[in-house]
């Protein structure tokens, strides 16, 4: 198909443009007048858009289009180029817009966000993290206060009343996390005026495909204080002394560890001769175990590092330090013991949410990254979302190399090594892309030795890595890096400033490498897409060992491959096809995956939106108190002719929800133990989704009703103290403090499960 004609229709399996270009003219001819009005005129111009509904008409759009434009020039001194008029017109549709790297795509948001304002919608954009929130916040601000709208935006340091103040706003920027965690303190407030989070309008989502896919899984977590977790150090001390491959193995693909007999011999006789599978402590066998994970498959600087005497996970797909994750709480504590560091405070799991139900709340979403077409048929079915494909400003001329194949990871690099060197002679910026820290730190460390200096984003804060990134473009500069880390950077050829851009553009502009492929092939085009943004030159290539892990764990047939080549070359093409296969099958994986927590996180929404409505009705309708009224009538006439109608009002509402917030804690506690044990009855090939429902459904119903019969009968109980309805006494207890935090995505899943599972078990509930 001719370019032209794709620029039109759109690419096959994508939203057609066609009703978006057809309105490029007509916006372009209103220009004129428009650059004749005063910016109150101009503001004028905007409001007149409010005085119909969503969707916007094809006139209305042209005209929002056209006065965006003119306010952007003014605001901002940019004036937005077509191909990102077509990306707001999708976004307003309610589409992912997939715009390339450097296109403007803040810049499109902005706009798309106006219009969704402008027509009386909240919107909330949601971005990948706090730096990128505050920044796009504060760069569109201009734009929005021509436009007529407010804008705000939240941080992990903002107050509750910053936070209110902050959704006031017709369009508020936070990053997803912080956004939820809102959401989810709000579900445990036991006063309306607690509130924070008004009902959701418009979600438009930065970075989609990595919210949307990448992240959907993660639950975020509100947990309550209860006390500081045990350190088990004697436990760590023990796993440390066993040998690798003789009292342990770890599997292939590294998601879990296993003590052999000999292990199992070893830390019996370290344990005075106890039987393991026998003993009485029926904790000593989780605790060896989760010792043994901490010990076995999470390495230092690879999933954490130790920084302030306190263990930070590391997270991976963004290789930089995640400031509120934690692991669950015996993992945690297993590993603080193995880095000898103080154990931090554990909890109760108040309650949950995934970045998935996040986003499933608002019922406008939509969306724009670099990449969304590889995750169309996802974004589809999870969010019922489609992909417009924007074409680029200006044509991409960037330079795909093939992959560079070797057969071992020595040769890869020693390959990689010679490379940079040629290419760094020539004064050519280069960016290299690594799996993990770990990896950039020793790649860093052979350069250096090799006289190459390199700068390396090293999971420091996202300010920090914005600052570095900016400069990667700068003559003869290397720069060492994780896949995401700095993501939403602009890299300028000749640096943040571009005073040497011509010079740059001479050596052949950004070159990046990729040090082996990512587990998804999107992964891949994001590092690519670091250079040749706006129709800049700029090259990429992947070097790739056949022993690199995402090759040896999905494509195992590749094992004991034959190199003649001297170097470890491999240029059989069978050999290409093998990397692409293997890489399509980690993909598989990961959707198979994500599919599968979908199904389990259902039933659970279903149960939640039921306990979440009911609340609601008790918090803010005085649900709980005719409910009482009706439950003990007795006690309830007495308590007003004590206490009076506000007071009853209050104690009821308190104790309604004690019981309801209570028996969710304990509900989720129970159905996460059900899940555990789903998996070890999936070995007994029966279907786990049916297991999970057969017990799940049962188990909630009744919920509540069994809460409002304890509710009545502490309320019968309660005492009147000082002329008021005395509920702690009574045995309302909230957490004195809680906490939040995203449990990390970890790759070794059912079994780790399983593992803090047992934990649990044996620690008990902490019921009423
Ligand atoms: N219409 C425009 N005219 C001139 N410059 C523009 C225009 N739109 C955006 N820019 C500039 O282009 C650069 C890239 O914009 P932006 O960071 O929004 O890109 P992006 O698409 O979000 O890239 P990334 O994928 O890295 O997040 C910015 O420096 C911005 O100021």
């Known amino acids: 198909m001719a370019e032209s004609v794709r620029r039109i229709l759109g690419k096959p399996g994508s939203v057609s443009l066609q009703p978006y270009t057809k309105l490029l003219k007509s916006i372009e001819e209103r220009e004129e007048a428009l650059r004749e009005l005063g910016d109150a005129e101009l503001t004028a111009a905007a409001a007149e858009l409010g005085n119909a509904e969503l969707p916007y008409d094809p006139a209305d759009l042209a005209e929002l289009c056209a006065v965006g434009r003119e306010a952007a020039r003014r605001a901002l001194d940019e004036r937005p180029f077509d191909a990102q008029l077509l990306g707001v017109m999708a976004l307003l549709d309610g589409n992912v817009a997939e715009m390339a790297t450097g296109e403007g795509k803040t810049l499109a948001g902005a706009l798309a966000a106006a219009g969704f304002a402008l027509r009386g919608q909240r919107v909330h954009v949601l971005s990948v993290n706090d730096y990128l929130a505050r920044r796009d916040a504060e760069w569109m601000r201009p734009l929005y206060e021509l436009l007529g709208v407010a804008v705000s935006w939240i941080g992990q340091e903002s107050t509750t009343e910053e936070r209110r103040a902050a959704y006031a706003a017709d369009i508020t920027y936070a990053s997803v996390s912080e956004l939820g965690f809102d959401v989810l303190r709000d579900r445990i407030a036991t006063d309306v005026s607690e509130l924070v989070v008004p009902e959701p309008n418009v979600a438009l989502i930065d970075e989609a495909d990595s919210v949307l896919v990448d992240e959907a899984r993660v639950p975020l977590v509100l947990a309550g204080a209860a006390e500081a977790a045990e350190s088990d150090a004697a436990m760590a001390e023990l796993v440390r002394r066993l040998r690798p491959r003789t009292d342990y193995v770890v599997d292939d693909d590294g998601r879990n560890a296993h003590l052999t007999d000999a292990g199992i011999d070893a830390v019996e006789k370290a344990l005075d001769g106890v ?40 997270n991976e797909s963004r290789g930089r330090i995640a400031l509120l994750q934690r692991w669950p709480d015996g993992l945690q504590a ?53 992909v417009a494909v924007i074409p680029p400003n200006k044509p991409n001329i960037r330079v795909d190399d093939e992959d560079r194949l070797y057969a071992t990871p020595e040769e890869k690099e020693d ?70 880390a700095g993501r939403g950077t602009d890299i300028r050829l000749g640096g943040s400033d571009m005073a040497d851009r011509d010079r740059v553009v001479e050596t052949g502009g950004l ?58 070359a491999i240029t059989d093409p069978t050999w290409r096809r093998t990397v692409d296969h293997a890489q399509r099958v980690a993909e598989g994986q990961l959707l198979e995956l994500h599919r599968n927590t979908w199904r389990y996180n259902q039933l659970v929404d279903v149960q939640r939106g039921v306990v979440m409505e009911h609340r609601r009705a008790v918090l803010s309708d005085d649900q709980g108190k005719r409910q009482l009224a009706v439950d003990c009538p007795a006690t309830y006439e007495e308590l007003i002719e004590e ?27 129970f159905l996460a133990d059900l899940r555990e044990g789903i998996h070890l009855r999936f070995l007994g090939r029966r279907n786990p989704l049916d297991e999970f429902n057969r017990d799940a459904v049962p188990a909630f119903k009744g919920f509540l009703d069994e809460a409002r019969a304890r509710a009545a009968e502490m309320f019968t109980e309660a005492k009147v103290v000082d002329g008021r309805v005395d509920v702690d006494a009574a045995g309302v207890r909230r957490p004195s403090t809680t906490w939040t935090y995203m449990v990390q995505e970890h790759p070794f899943s059912t079994d780790f499960e399983s593992v803090v599972g047992k934990l649990k078990n044996i620690g008990g509930r902490t019921g009423d």
């Open 643 to 669: 206490v009076g109608e506000e007071e009853v009002a209050r104690a009821a509402r308190l104790i309604t929800l004690y019981h309801l917030d209570r028996g969710w804690t304990d509900h989720n506690a």
């Open 511 to 568: 070159y990046v490498i990729g040090y082996g492929r990512y587990p998804s092939s999107r992964l891949d085009d994001q590092l690519r897409g670091r250079a040749g943004r706006q129709g800049d030159p700029g090259g990429s290539v992947f070097y790739v060992s056949v022993e690199d892990d995402l090759i040896a764990n999905n494509a195992p047939e590749t094992r004991g491959y034959d190199v003649s080549s001297a170097d470890g």
């Open 334 to 386: 297993a590993v603080e013991a193995k880095e000898h560091v103080a154990a931090s405070e554990t909890g109760e799991i108040l309650d949950s949410i995934t970045v998935q139900a996040l986003v499933l709340r608002y019922p406008t979403r939509c969306g724009m990254t670099g990449t969304a077409m590889a995750v169309a048929e996802q974004l589809r079915e999870f969010y019922e979302l489609e």
């Open 415 to 484: 390959a990689l090594l010679d490379e940079v060197a040629e290419v760094h002679a020539g004064g050519r910026p280069i960016l290299i892309g690594t799996q993990d820290v770990a990896e950039s730190e020793r790649l860093a460390k052979r350069l250096g030795n090799a006289g190459l200096e390199c700068v390396v984003l090293n999971a420091k804060n996202d300010a920090d890595e914005a600052d570095v990134i900016a400069e990667a473009g700068t003559y003869g500069r290397i720069t060492v890096s994780t896949q995401m």
């Open 275 to 314: 039987d393991l599978y026998s003993a009485e402590d029926t904790t000593l066998l989780p605790r060896v175990n989760l010792a043994l994970h901490a010990h076995a498959l999470l390495q230092r600087d690879v999933h954490y590092v130790v920084r302030d005497g306190q263990v930070r996970l590391i």
